[in-house]
């Protein structure tokens, strides 16, 4: 086992290398090798709450500050490539934020309660899902959004976990209610629970559970070779 000190570690991914991004309370962004090693930082020029970090694309990494609703997209050695002003082309408020392919975003409007996704390039959104059908009466907290493998996976923590195609039309929805945030592994998809990290198999529906060695993780997420357990101090890495 080993501890990375880290100040109230936050929204945090993992890349196809297996290294490790995550957040800490002044909202810098650290990145380590699978094993833990510190290989660099990010420190934003403006202060921000760290919504959102995915860096499962090759070649790049998306950080999205909720409170001023802004984009940045990193290269692997977490020097910035882009920044995006989202009022620039968003009437609302963007409440998460992923990549898609082919340099657009899909995001979800608070403000009207769609799933949209942004061409740049285009100055346009290509695809607008209403979900006032879907949700009802209920009140959606959304929390996390994240394409993978041509689906995407929307977690309310009200209700659990709306699945839409590449296209953002709505497939099905994964009764998780309680969740923040999932992973994903292979086939899999995975989240924290009292009991330890649970997986659910995409396309067999099979389920099974994975014990922890502590009880005090925030956040979980389960690389190849290591799993790593978010705490209030820090990060802990243990081999599979």
């Not at 959102?52 to 984009?71: G, I, S």
């Not at 992923?98 to 979800?108: G, K, M, S, V, Y």
């Not at 296209?167 to 099905?172: E, M």
């Given at each position: 086992m080993r501890t990375l000190p880290l100040s109230q570690p936050g929204a945090a991914s993992l890349d196809r290398r297996g290294n490790l991004y995550v957040t800490d309370a002044q909202n810098n962004l650290h990145q380590y090798s699978p094993d833990g090693?510190?290989?660099n930082t990010f420190s934003p020029a403006l202060p921000g709450h760290t919504m959102?970090?995915?860096?499962?694309?090759?070649?790049?990494?998306?950080?999205?500050?909720?409170?001023?609703?802004?984009?940045?997209l990193l290269d692997r050695?977490?020097?910035?490539?882009?920044?995006?002003a989202l009022p620039d082309y968003l009437d609302g408020q963007a409440r998460v934020v992923?990549?898609?392919?082919?340099?657009?975003?899909?995001?979800?409007n608070e403000s009207d309660l769609t799933l949209r996704q942004l061409d740049v390039s285009q100055k346009r959104f290509t695809i607008t899902t209403p979900l006032d059908l879907?949700?009802?009466r209920s009140r959606p907290d959304f929390r996390f959004l994240r394409e993978y493998q041509n689906n995407l996976y929307l977690v309310d923590r009200a209700s659990g976990v709306y699945v839409f195609d590449n296209?953002?039309?709505?497939?099905?929805k994964i009764p998780f209610p309680g969740l923040?945030?999932?992973g994903f592994r292979g086939d899999e998809l995975y989240y924290l629970a009292a009991d330890g990290v649970h997986f659910f198999h995409l396309y067999t529906l099979q389920e099974r559970t994975m014990a922890l060695p502590t009880t005090e993780a925030t956040q979980v997420l389960v690389g190849e070779q290591y799993v790593y357990m978010l705490t209030s101090v820090g990060v802990q890495v243990y081999a599979l």
């Open positions: 090693q510190a290989l959102q970090v995915e860096a499962w694309n090759t070649a790049k990494v998306l950080v999205f500050y909720d409170d001023r609703q802004q984009l940045v050695f977490m020097a910035p490539i882009s920044e995006l992923t990549l898609a392919p082919d340099d657009r975003f899909w995001l979800l879907l949700i009802g296209l953002g039309n709505y497939r099905k923040t945030y999932v």
